[in-house]
């Protein structure tokens, strides 16, 4: 019975997911995130790998919970062979027992890697490093921001923007703003006192990230909460915007590669792995994606360090506990759906 | 003695069988089950709570009510434009029939998504409406369209206007002209044949149509999600995110199967008020 | 009965057509028609599908405007007042019942318009109703009767407002044969009894001329006579008429030097009218009006076919090499048994004869 639920659950998330081709033998197919993040997959990863081992990658498309709601339904025979997935939601896919544990001996750059990149019981391994931090457009905004609370400042009523929970940056602006203001991960009535005005008075609660680049195109928004990566993406494309990463300390986000238990092809899949751990892959990927690196070979050109976190931004970073977001995760949501968002 | 069943009731049976009720069952059990964050569903477990959470917590309520609210305001602003477009169709000039019944049949062929980002694009805070509007200098500040009623409404019954429609054409077209006429010629004025006519003799069409919108309205996912966005929730965006956000599969399936039963209850009353009406 | 006068316009007529015309685009459907009607009469308006006739019962209910002309009814104008106003009182084809309505409702629907209520609308609802001889079935719904009982509910409600105009578009053309056959004469009375002015518009030439106090033969939106029923059949007064009414036998022919038609084959043929020497005409003999004889004068010919359909026989007598006609007689008659091959001569009257030029 539980089984043919779950089939049934697959088919209604392959649905979502958009139906696949079917697997041939030497293919791998990858859930990665959409736009900009796909194709440079593609170009970093996909690319070598497929040059070197003769096998081919078909994409999936998706977002992190997605790839988890997937895996689940999925429920052993996973119709994903390697996903791309926020850390704690990849912690929770371990919980669920669901996560194929990496060897490290089948990584030839295993030993490049930075120690905690490695998931617990390396059941995942951090593919790169991103945060959540302020973005403003310099046009706009005449004093760089400093503190997240500048999200407050009058000039900018209305011309603010923060994301709903449901995306990464809503809420780890939630949790930052929480640890500002004195409450812990067990208690976020601080965070949660401070965040409703700001949701009220924000432009938008954005769901989707590139939401933010057409408000700050027509000039609506001055100021966000988002991704340095995706400011860097659009200021590539003539966008005007800067990067600050607030004296609290920005929060760091960590995409992890994992395996769904049950893949029929791990090898394959520690060799996709691999690549993407490469400094070549990370170099790459960095490159394009204004994105941290966790090869400890790789050094990043002065333009993409200058808006990825490194330095003093990387060393004041806040890294949340994957296993307690995954548990307080679906708590949170709903105490935001019912304080802040209603 | 169930498969032979199967086989009597026919392709069309199993159709529904296969897509509506056959998820539909699968999906109650889980209901049933415990759900713990970070672990994922308890093996086994059978609980209530997800049901508990539901019944006692006053936003699935408030939200619940919202849904069903918005599903009767979408579907009498899609009677109330619609019955007159359908007539238009069915008894207006020749020439304007084929142009209006396109125009209504059109937007069906649009993808849900690409007519969504046309009214994000009209409706936005620097959307072409309030641009224009602010340009002509009547507002000063945008006015909000989204993430509230006001899109939802205007997403929706763009949506689901050519559905009311088609089921009202067809209705209008099936009242005799000749019934009408006996009644003028009995005494009644146009508003009077409409009234003691024209409208019952239409009521099965009025009612089918009106089921089919409220149905689509309340079970609507995609256009909930573009237009009324985080802060504007239906049971459709609600059990999206039980699944998909917080994975939470038992809360999402018995919001699903509570709303299911709802929308069934709807239907059955429906029937049976057009029993009532019925008219052969 | 008394055409001329009516036609004249000069005595008080109940109903009233008055150069009425009607087109649709290029298309005239109805073109110059002047009747009138007198207080009381019956006046059946008969002609073959797309003759007008409809038409011209529809401008009297007003659910159709004539292009042109007037229709009065008693002393009033109503060429324009609306359908509601008329007080007519119109029986469809189609019956048009209101079919979410039950019986009562139907035959009140007018009565409740005229402002009727409580024991006199009952009252007459259920006159209306013993008036066609429906009791008992009010409380049902039309779908639950038979077409001839709906066809009687469908009168009851046209006469329970007392109209001052009763119109029937073909009513009785939906109802088997034998039925119908009642139907007729139950109309006829019912129109007696209650005296309304009524125009009844048919394509059934038995049906207008054994109910109607007069005739109205039309043809192409023009009205080719308007007479009583034995003068229309008897002294048609067009060609077309001649055509349309009886069991005619049509027959290619020319006008020979003595005014008979020269049928062809030897035969010629005495006409009532004959036209100029040399025409081509298309002679026109009723059935009836061909009696057989056995011997004696009349024109020679040969039986070919026997048809018995009851009350009459019917031959087929050939006259000469493609000449053909058919002839009747009644099934209990001396000459009801003439066996193919038999030679038989046909007496004629010339009155029954017309001869119709052809274009």
């Not at chain 3, 009727?116 to 259920?126: C, D, T």
Request: proline share 5%; charged share 15%.
């Amino acid at each position: 019975m539980t089984s043919s639920i779950r089939t049934a659950a697959a088919a209604v998330v392959a649905l979502g997911l958009g139906l696949a081709a079917p697997a041939r033998a030497d293919e791998l197919t990858v859930g990665a995130f959409g736009g900009s993040f796909a194709d440079n997959v593609k170009a970093c990863h996909i690319a070598a790998f497929e040059k070197a081992t003769g096998a081919t990658v078909a994409l999936k498309l998706g977002n992190s919970s997605q790839f988890a709601a997937a895996v689940r339904a999925g429920a052993g025979s996973p119709d994903m062979d390697v996903i791309f997935i926020d850390n704690s939601l990849a912690v929770q896919i371990r919980n669920e027992k669901l996560a194929e544990p990496l060897q490290r001996a089948k990584l030839s750059h295993a030993g490049e890697i930075i120690p905690n990149a490695w998931g617990v019981d390396d059941s995942y391994v951090v593919a790169m490093v991103s945060a959540t931090a302020l973005v403003y457009n310099p046009k706009l905004v005449k004093a760089p921001p400093t503190s997240w609370m500048d999200l407050a400042d009058p000039a900018y009523a209305g011309k603010y923007a923060i994301g709903d929970i449901s995306g990464t940056s809503g809420l780890q602006f939630l949790l930052a703003l929480n640890k500002m203001k004195g409450g812990t991960l067990d208690n976020l009535d601080p965070g949660f006192e401070a965040i409703k005005p700001l949701a009220k008075g924000s432009a938008v609660l954005y769901t989707q990230a590139d939401q933010l680049l057409s408000l700050f195109e027509r000039g609506e928004i001055a100021i966000a909460a988002w991704y340095p990566d995706r400011a860097g993406v659009a200021m590539d494309k003539g966008l005007s915007l800067a990067v600050a990463y607030p004296k609290e300390g920005s929060v760091g986000i960590l995409p992890v590669v994992q395996i769904p238990k049950g893949s029929k092809k791990v090898e394959l899949a520690h060799k996709f792995i691999d690549t993407v751990l490469s400094a070549d892959g990370q170099k790459c990927f960095s490159e394009r994606a204004y994105i941290g690196s966790v090869n400890k070979g790789v050094t990043l050109s002065d333009k993409v360090s200058h808006i990825a976190p490194t330095g003093a931004a990387l060393d004041s970073m806040w890294f949340i506990d994957p296993d307690v977001l995954a548990k307080q995760i679906p708590g949170w949501t709903r105490r935001w759906q019912r304080e802040v968002a209603r | 003695m169930k498969r032979h069943g199967i086989a009597l009731a026919g392709p069309l049976a199993l159709v529904l069988a296969v897509f509506f009720l056959a998820p539909a069952l699968l999906t109650l059990p889980t209901g049933f089950r415990e759900y713990v964050p970070g672990q994922g569903i308890t093996a086994g477990s059978w609980t209530l709570d997800a049901y508990r959470d539901i019944v006692s917590d006053d936003f699935y309520r408030e939200v619940l009510w919202r849904t069903l609210g918005l599903g009767l305001a979408v579907t009498a602003i899609c009677l109330l434009l619609g019955y007159p477009l359908a007539w238009m169709i069915a008894r207006g000039p020749a020439q304007l029939r084929m142009p209006l019944l396109l125009l209504v049949i059109f937007p069906m062929m649009l993808n849900l998504v690409v007519r969504s980002f046309g009214w994000i694009a009209l409706l936005a805070n620097r959307g072409l409406i309030n641009n224009l509007l602010t340009d002509l200098g009547l507002i000063a500040a945008p006015v909000k369209m989204m993430f509230n009623l006001t899109g939802m409404l205007v997403g929706l019954v763009h949506i689901y206007l050519p559905f009311m429609v088609l089921m009202l054409v067809a209705a209008i077209q099936n009242v005799p002209r000749d019934v009408e006429a006996a009644a003028m010629t009995l005494g009644s004025t146009r508003r009077h044949v409409f009234l003691a006519i024209t409208l019952p003799l239409t009521a099965p069409g009025i009612l089918a149509g009106s089921i089919l919108v409220f149905v689509l309205t309340i079970s609507a996912l995609v256009t909930p999600r573009m237009l009324g966005g985080p802060t504007y929730r239906v049971m459709a965006t609600l059990i999206y995110d039980e699944y998909m956000q917080m994975l939470d599969w038992p809360t999402g399936s018995a919001l699903a199967f509570v709303l299911t039963a709802i929308a069934l209850a709807i239907i059955w009353a429906a029937n049976r008020v057009a029993r009532r009406w019925a008219v052969t | 009965m008394d055409a001329p006068l009516a036609a004249r316009g000069c005595a008080l007529s109940a109903l009233a057509f008055e150069r009425v015309g009607k087109s649709y685009g290029a298309t005239e459907v109805v073109r110059d028609v002047s009747l009138s009607v007198a207080e009381g009469e019956f006046v059946a308006l008969l002609g073959p599908s797309g003759c007008g006739k409809t038409t011209l019962l529809r401008m009297v209910a007003g659910l159709v405007a004539p292009s042109t002309g007037r229709v009065l009814i008693g002393a009033q104008d109503v060429t324009a007042l609306s359908p509601d106003k008329r007080g007519v009182g119109l029986v469809f084809q189609s019956y048009a019942l209101f079919p979410h309505l039950t019986v009562f409702e139907n035959v009140a629907f007018g009565l409740r318009r005229q402002r009727v209520s409580g024991a006199v609308l009952s009252e007459r609802v259920e006159a209306a109703l013993a008036m066609v001889r429906l009791p008992g079935l009010a409380a049902r719904r039309p779908s639950e009767l038979s077409g001839g009982q709906q066809q009687r509910v469908a009168i009851a409600r046209a006469i329970a407002p007392r109209p001052r105009v009763l119109l029937f578009d073909e009513p009785l053309s939906n109802l088997d044969a034998q039925l119908r056959d009642e139907m007729q004469i139950e109309l006829k009375r019912l129109q007696r009894s209650l005296g309304i002015t009524t125009l009844f518009v048919t394509h059934d030439q038995s049906e207008a001329l054994s109910m109607a106090d007069r005739v109205c033969v039309m043809a192409h939106g023009v009205v080719q006579q308007f007479d009583t029923p034995e003068a229309v059949y008897h002294r048609p007064a067009t060609a077309f008429v001649a055509g349309f009414i009886g069991r005619p036998n049509r027959l290619a022919g020319r006008i020979a030097a003595d005014g008979r038609i020269d049928l062809g084959g030897g035969v010629l043929l005495a006409a009532g009218e004959a036209g100029a020497t040399g025409t081509a005409v298309e002679a026109i003999i009723r059935q009836e009006a061909i009696a057989i004889t056995g011997d004696g004068d009349g024109l020679p010919g040969t039986i070919v076919l026997r048809a018995f359909n009851g009350a009459r026989v019917q031959y087929v007598v050939r006259l000469a090499e493609g000449v053909e006609l058919v002839a009747e007689t009644a099934s209990s008659g001396a000459h009801s048994g003439l066996e193919p091959g038999t030679p038989v001569r046909l007496a004629i009257a010339p009155g029954a004869v017309f001869a119709l030029p052809v274009a």
